[in-house]
């Protein structure tokens, strides 16, 4: 689990912009984050710390999918990537700016990491998880501060891919005629569980107003879910950015989140969380 302590997070931008290559290091942290995104991969040829064992996810930041591996050469790796995978935009490596990880370390890393991401709110392009190498016991504790670690960078940077959900989430609720959906919060973001049900018609007034989010709407309806006469049965989970934004999703029309979502015991979402303000 992370600390709830002060950590200082410090972001080196090689050439001076957000655009760029940039390099990340977590106060009292073993690691070290190089975030590239994949049109700037060339930067990064002569960088020595990247022909070393890393942890490393490809992130598409359009629609949140993401992929976890691990490597003994991150540069020759992510060329590889390059080639074979069409979907991302960006990756993340982890790296030990004393070189001191191994190749059974990041192996056991990427089984860890795989197997919490698998659980979460991201799409993950892994299908399984990695067997679980052995490790000796004395490293184990070193190895969960990195993930966890990793864990903040990743947040901090809005990939939500290694966060574990609470035990007892506050689940919302959003039901009309045709609407019969769930979802929680997770970080910063709000996610639709798979399984919840959708309308597949559409307001004219969305489509007129919100033409992105339209179409977005409809691709995620191709491809993550099952289509039944009049609704789609969602097959994962899928985060937005707010309650509104995920309203909207599953109900085709503009809608008031503070009104519409409610809980197990019809409150909106208004009187819980607004609650003695």
Known sequence: MTSDQPRLISTFLPDGTLEGLRIIELSESSIRAFVIPRLKLADIKNRSELVQPALYFLFSSDTMQGYIGETENFFHRIKNHDQSKLWWNIVVAIISPTNSFEKGDVKYLESIAVERALGGSMQIDNKTTPIRNNI????IHSLQKVLDDTQIVLTSLGYDALSVPEKTEQIWYCKTKKTDAKGVFRGDKFVILAG????????????????SDSIRRREIIKSKTTAQKDIAILNENIQF???NDAGQFV????INAW??????SGQTMNEVMRRGE
């Open 136 to 139: 000796h016991e004395f490293k």
């Open 196 to 211: 919840s049900i959708l309308d597949l018609e559409e307001a004219p007034s969305f489509e007129k107003f919100f033409p």
């Open 241 to 243: 950015r707010s309650p």
């Open 251 to 254: 109900t085709g029309r503009s």
């Open 259 to 264: 009104t519409t979502w409610k809980d197990k």
